[in-house]
Nanobody, 125 residues
Framework: QMQLVESGGGLVQAGGSLRLSCAAS????????MGWFRQAPENERECVAL????????DYADSVKGRFTISRDNAKNTVYLQMDNLKDEDTATYYC??????????????????WGQGTQVTVSS
């Protein structure tokens, strides 16, 4: 059973930056496609960014392309989300997720096996 713990959320002004981290334990991190999802109140949970096993394959939601960067450090069992030029509409709870043994970068949340508890990101204008 894999555990995922997010950190790095907080309150930031519009135009600012935050770096989220997700530390994994209890599983084979290197065999997981990792994703960051977010959910704002009354909205569906949406995929923000994905990264493949070795980090060479990435994918982003159109709304964050050019502003967010996903990366991973397999030696530390950690995935990161660098968020720059933050906007009001980025305010949400951000979740880390793991799709075990899949080499596909799926944006479908139901395909993910493990989830973190979430970290709140609030962008003020």
């Amino acid at each position: 059973q894999m555990q995922l713990v997010e950190s790095g959320g907080g309150l930031v002004q519009a135009g600012g930056s935050l770096r989220l981290s997700c530390a994994a334990s209890g599983g084979i991190f290197v065999r997981c496609t990792m994703g960051w999802f977010r959910q704002a109140p009354e909205n569906e949970r949406e995929c923000v960014a994905l990264i493949g096993w070795a980090g060479g394959s990435v994918d982003y939601a159109d709304s964050v392309k050019g502003r967010f960067t996903i990366s991973r450090d397999n030696a530390k069992n950690t995935v990161y989300l660098q968020m720059d030029n933050l906007k009001d509409e980025d305010t949400a709870t951000y979740y880390c997720a793991a799709d075990y043994l899949s080499q596909r970068l799926s944006k479908t949340r139901h395909e993910y096996d493990y989830w973190g508890q979430g970290t709140q990101v609030t962008v003020s204008s």
